[in-house]
């Protein structure tokens, strides 16, 4: 759990930045943790998250892959990806200073589970069907990308591209809604 000092830094960082962050403030606990549960806990994984930020959802995915696998954390905001790598010594986390819509571009191969909290509401048509599209394409086959969203207006959006979406609503104010969506064809 982040220390209350950390928490108002992050809130204050994520404010001052509303345009590429679209959040005032992290996520919550019940969020990390639902949008964690699809990540595969065993064997030599490569695991992908988007929209890093301060680095929450992060350790919760180290939390649960195994000793074996890599992540490869996206995030476009360079102050956010300094403060990471000065908080999270883990050799298996790999920071990308990049957007998401580049994933081709740093990662091969297939990958076993994407965990992503990027903005989709603020993004243009074009770049959300961008991302999604490599996000299927990267993913390999019965396996999950997890978003969180705070309203419903994308579920059309992710049922077109994926195979399967079981929304689950999170509790907390305001309501979030983690996407998981799975890829059943090669
Ligand atoms: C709502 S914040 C979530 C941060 C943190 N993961 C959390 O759950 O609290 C979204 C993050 O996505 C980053 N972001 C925005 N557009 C992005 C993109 N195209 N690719 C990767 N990260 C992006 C923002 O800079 C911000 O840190």
């Known amino acids: 759990m982040m220390k209350k000092n950390n928490k108002l830094n992050t809130a204050i960082q994520f404010t001052k930045n509303i345009?590429?962050?679209?959040?005032?403030a992290e996520t919550?606990?019940?969020v990390e943790v639902e949008i964690t549960k699809k990540i595969p806990s065993e064997g030599a994984k490569i695991i992908v998250e988007f929209g890093m930020g301060h680095g929450?959802?992060?350790?919760e995915i180290l939390e649960q892959m195994s000793p074996d696998s890599k992540l490869y954390s996206f995030e476009v905001k360079k102050?956010?990806?300094?403060?990471?790598?000065n908080e999270?010594?883990?050799?298996?986390?790999?920071?990308?200073?990049d957007g998401a819509e580049n994933i081709s571009k740093?990662?091969?191969g297939k990958v076993d589970a994407i965990v992503s909290s990027i903005p989709f509401t603020f993004f243009s048509k074009e770049k959300s069907e961008l991302i999604?599209?490599?996000?299927y394409k990267a993913l390999a086959k019965d396996h999950f990308f997890s978003q969180i969203?705070?309203?419903?207006?994308?579920?059309?959006?992710l049922e077109n591209f994926f195979d399967k979406c079981t929304i689950v609503k999170t509790s907390n104010f305001p309501a979030g809604f983690v996407y998981h969506c799975e890829k059943h064809e090669e």
Not at 56 to 59: A, E, G, L, R
Not at 88 to 97: F, H, P, S
Not at 149 to 157: E, G, P, V
Request: glycine share 4%.
């Open 19 to 24: 345009l590429t962050t679209g959040a005032i």
């Open 28 to 30: 919550s606990r019940e």
């Open 56 to 59: 929450n959802i992060t350790k």
């Open 79 to 85: 102050e956010f990806c300094e403060h990471v790598k």
């Open 88 to 97: 999270i010594k883990d050799e298996r986390l790999i920071i990308v200073n």
């Open 106 to 108: 740093h990662v091969d």
């Open 132 to 135: 999604l599209g490599d996000t």
């Open 149 to 157: 969203l705070y309203s419903k207006i994308h579920t059309k959006k």
